[in-house]
């Protein structure tokens, strides 16, 4: 399984950005999918998570302003973030908890993607 991750990059505060994370492979259907962030020194935490049901939670730091979605038919998941803040600097991973064709249900981890914010 791979997920492929694009989007990224740096932008002023109050802008705007689009993470997108397409998952391919041994994969029979996609229990959920997530974006994490990290920065240096700091745990790793949850962003923002879309179950198989299209039910989504966020971190509350990003209530309001990230908006997490899923093309079903491309096991793409969308992260689609605006008003940003220089706080939301980080590197981004994109997480995804999947059901293989041998039944296993088998937790994968997208290479991170730099958010930069400035002020």
């Known amino acids: 399984v791979q997920l492929r991750r694009l989007g990224g990059g740096l932008v002023q505060a109050g802008g705007s950005l689009r993470l997108s994370c397409a998952a391919s492979?041994?994969?029979?259907?996609?229990?959920?999918m997530a974006w994490y962030r990290q920065t240096p020194g700091k745990q790793r935490e949850l962003v923002a998570r879309i179950l198989a049901t299209g039910s989504t939670n966020y971190a509350d730091s990003v209530k309001g302003r990230f908006t997490i979605s899923r093309d079903n038919a491309k096991n793409t998941m969308y992260l689609q973030m605006s008003s940003l803040k220089p706080e939301d600097t980080a590197v981004y991973y994109c997480n995804a908890n999947l059901r293989n064709y041998q039944g296993f249900d088998m937790e994968y981890w997208g290479q991170g993607t730099q958010v930069t914010v400035s002020s």
């Open positions: 492979g041994n994969i029979v259907s996609i229990n959920y």
